[in-house]
């Protein structure tokens, strides 16, 4: 499975951006799909993920009310919507993917075996 992260940029604060994965699998409905971001100097962090199966959504709490998670079986592809977005937003925005993920690991950079290649969005002030 290959992972594909687009749409990153430059955008000023409080303005919107959706982020992209595409996926190469034949039964994309059997991943569980995240994303996580790396801001300069910092760790990896997540954000959302999308269930495989029911796609119930999972948020973290910095960013729950602002970014929105979903996904288009039939384009392999799921979306991470950022409104409200803020200086501190700026980072390097991954994808990750596993197969029949366990909802108690949703949240768990390791259990996540495929890897998108991160695309950069800069939030200036």
């Known amino acids: 499975v290959q992972l594909q992260a687009s749409g990153g940029g430059l955008v000023q604060a409080g303005d919107s951006r959706r982020l992209s994965c595409i996926a190469t699998?034949?039964?994309?409905?059997?991943?569980?799909v995240a994303w996580f971001r790396q801001a300069p100097g910092k760790g990896r962090e997540f954000l959302a993920a999308?269930?495989?199966?029911?796609?119930?959504?999972y948020y973290s709490d910095s960013v729950k009310g602002r970014f929105t998670i979903s996904r288009d079986n039939a384009k392999n592809t799921v979306y991470l919507q950022m409104d409200s977005l803020q200086p501190e937003d700026t980072a390097v925005y991954y994808c990750?993917?596993?197969?029949?993920?366990?909802?108690?690991?949703?949240?768990?950079?390791?259990?996540?075996?495929?890897w998108g290649q991160g695309t950069l969005v800069t939030v200036s002030a």
């Open positions: 999308s269930r495989y199966g029911t796609s119930a959504t």
């Open positions: 990750a993917g596993v197969s029949f993920l366990h909802d108690d690991y949703y949240n768990t950079e390791r259990y996540y075996n495929f």
């Open positions: 699998a034949r039964s994309f409905n059997i991943y569980t």
